[in-house]
């Protein structure tokens, strides 16, 4: 089997580079220069891997791997340079598997992706969770049936809102994982974040009232300080 791996970096240099690494160790390379153009080669190929710098022109790295995050399970590793010590750790909350520093070692990348390929491997020939074959997502007591748009809390129907069930169905396909407002709501609209925090803010609110025990001391969707929030069971 031939791993294909996407290799994205708005520097030309360092995509040739790691290109050059990959294709010695066997792999078939896929090579993009911003989130737009990865984006693009994840739509029309079956990428097991993505190596992805942070700042890029036109579609940063951030911004491309929410919604990578939402759309697919392939392992990414970022890329950072020293002063991106807090993007490093944000692109870590928000789905990244691993992180490699710039200026990297060539055999420490290598070794990275080899890891992070082996687990993958290992993972998709085990595990093929029901929710996500079946549309259905399921976390404690909240149930989320995406093929009849329908939420229950303890087995009892509730009622969403549009953009509440799609800030739930986004949450609960990446339980565990920490989104901040503004990725949150470019999901959720589409669009670049406009007031994304009061929005979402008011959103979580809402859903808190209608999915928690005591909304105050919320159980399920919970906020993390400085960072976003997250649903967990």
């Not at 990244?96 to 200026?103: F, G, I, M, N, S």
């Not at 976390?139 to 989320?144: A, D, F, N, W, Y």
Request: hydrophobic fraction near 40%; charge should be negative; aromatic fraction near 8%.
């Amino acid at each position: 089997m031939t791993y294909k791996i996407l290799a994205c970096d708005d520097e030309k240099d360092i995509v040739r580079a790691i290109e050059i690494f990959l294709t010695a160790e066997g792999y078939e390379v896929y090579t993009a220069n911003d989130g737009i153009e990865a984006l693009e080669v994840l739509k029309n190929n079956e990428i097991d891997l993505v190596i992805l710098d942070l700042m890029m022109p036109r579609m940063d790295g951030i911004t491309a791997l929410v919604k990578i995050r939402a759309n697919y399970t392939v392992p990414v590793i970022i890329l950072s340079a020293k002063s991106e010590f807090e993007d490093k750790v944000l692109g870590l909350n928000i789905g990244a598997d691993d992180y490699v520093t710039k200026p990297f070692n060539s055999i420490e990348l290598m070794a990275r992706v080899k890891s992070l390929l082996r687990r993958s491997h290992v993972l998709n020939k085990t595990q093929k969770p029901k929710e996500e074959v079946h549309g259905i997502y399921e976390l404690g007591r909240l149930k989320v049936d995406d093929i009849k748009k329908e939420v229950f809390v303890e087995g009892e129907s509730i009622s969403l809102t549009p953009f509440e069930y799609k800030i739930l169905l986004f949450l609960i396909k990446n339980a565990g994982r920490v989104y901040s407002s503004n990725a949150i709501y470019e999901h959720v609209w589409d669009e670049a974040p406009i007031n994304a925090k009061k929005i979402i803010s008011v959103h979580i609110c809402h859903l808190r009232n209608k999915i928690e025990i005591d909304p105050r001391n919320p159980e399920l969707l919970k906020s993390i300080y400085g960072m976003g929030y997250k649903l967990e069971g």
